[in-house]
């Protein structure tokens, strides 16, 4: 289940995703600053997820 917490470190470093010409800016912002943000409530969740399966175990 720990495994599972991987996906967001791998969608964190795979830069081919949001560093892109086409992609340079949202709002006046770098797509980097916005991609970077959205990982944190799907990771917060994950963390919650591995959390309670731990608890569920002891």
Do not use: H
């Not at 495994?3 to 992609?23: K, R």
């Not at 980097?32 to 917060?44: G, K």
């Amino acid at each position: 289940m720990r495994l599972f917490l991987a996906s967001s470190l791998i969608g964190l470093l795979c830069l081919t995703f949001y560093n892109s010409p086409e992609f340079s800016t949202l709002f006046g912002f770098p797509i980097f600053f916005w991609y970077q943000f959205a990982w944190v409530p799907p990771t917060a969740l994950l963390i919650w997820i591995v959390y309670r399966n731990d608890l569920k175990k002891k």
